[in-house]
């Protein structure tokens, strides 16, 4: 919710999911915390983001919305009550290896947006945090084999290189930019009432002139040479992903063929 805007979002155990708005991914970054990366109905990214923030027993959340302009929104619960859970058996917390193995898919879709997609700081801090926690695990108390955490942490460390290079793309870019391309939008909030259907046109005529600007800060040239960096980071996180999904199935302790820890993939 935010303004006088109202739908539903539902939330899929296979990370997916909907609202009238568009389709989305979801991704936990810890159990009251989720990023969303939306999408077009074709299926690309559409450039939005949100990241919300849910109440101890998720009956409403709060948080922002990254698209053209940043926006507050809020929500709430519809629907029956969640179950309460049984505290007899609590159940053991995940370790990093299971929560790197659910979670690859979707940390590989956020790390790879486009050049003018808004992306979350909190994308790159949940792999720093993960990263931390698989190589305190592998100290302690592994859950896995050691080959498997070396090729885990090695996926960590490409998403962080890949993290790096788009970063150091969108800064150069950004010092090469003209005076007056800065977002010079406002943020009222729209309220309901006589005046609200002209406050949305005046609203979507600005989004529509941001949306503009924004595609436009990156040249087509720009857009393409990073797809097809993409597509080469694409594969190399899936074949470590893959990799790494093997050590765990089958328990192997041969050594692993990981990609250096920081090795970008050849062009």
């Known amino acids: 919710e935010h303004g006088p805007v109202h739908y539903d979002l539902t939330f899929k155990a296979d990370g997916s999911g909907r609202s009238a708005k568009s389709p989305f991914k979801w991704q936990a970054v810890n159990t009251q915390v989720v990023d969303i990366t939306w999408f077009k109905d074709s299926g690309e990214p559409n450039g939005a983001t949100s990241e919300l923030t849910f109440s101890a027993?998720?009956?409403?959340?709060?948080?922002?919305?990254?698209?053209?302009?940043?926006?507050?929104?809020?929500?709430?619960?519809?629907?029956?009550?969640?179950?309460?859970?049984?505290?007899?058996?609590?159940?053991?917390?995940?370790?990093?290896i299971d929560t790197i193995a659910d979670t690859a898919p979707a940390t590989t879709t956020s790390v790879l947006v486009p050049l003018d997609a808004k992306q979350p700081p909190s994308v790159r801090a949940g792999i720093t945090t993960l990263r931390e926690k698989l190589l305190d695990e592998a100290a302690k108390a592994p859950a896995s084999s050691p080959d498997t955490y070396k090729v885990a942490v090695a996926l960590c460390d490409s998403?962080?290189?890949?993290?790096?290079?788009?970063?150091?793309?969108?800064a150069s870019q950004a010092?090469?930019?003209?005076?007056?391309?800065?977002?010079m939008d406002s943020s009222k909030a729209v309220h309901p009432g006589p005046m609200a259907l002209e406050q949305e046109a005046i609203d979507a005529k600005k989004k529509k002139q941001n949306d503009a600007k924004e595609n436009a800060f990156f040249s087509d040239a720009q857009k393409q040479q990073w797809l097809q960096r993409c597509a080469l980071?694409?594969?190399?996180?899936?074949?470590?992903?893959?990799?790494?999904?093997?050590?765990?199935?089958k328990g192997m302790t041969a050594p692993a063929t990981a990609t250096p820890a920081g090795a970008l993939p050849t062009p």
């Open 233 to 249: 980071w694409q594969k190399q996180l899936d074949q470590l992903y893959s990799q790494m999904g093997d050590l765990r199935r």
């Open 159 to 170: 998403w962080l290189a890949a993290l790096d290079e788009r970063d150091k793309t969108v």
């Open 175 to 183: 010092r090469s930019q003209p005076m007056g391309t800065a977002d």
């Open 57 to 96: 027993d998720y009956s409403t959340y709060s948080g922002t919305n990254h698209d053209a302009k940043t926006i507050e929104v809020h929500g709430h619960r519809v629907g029956g009550a969640i179950a309460a859970q049984s505290v007899a058996a609590p159940a053991a917390p995940a370790s990093a």
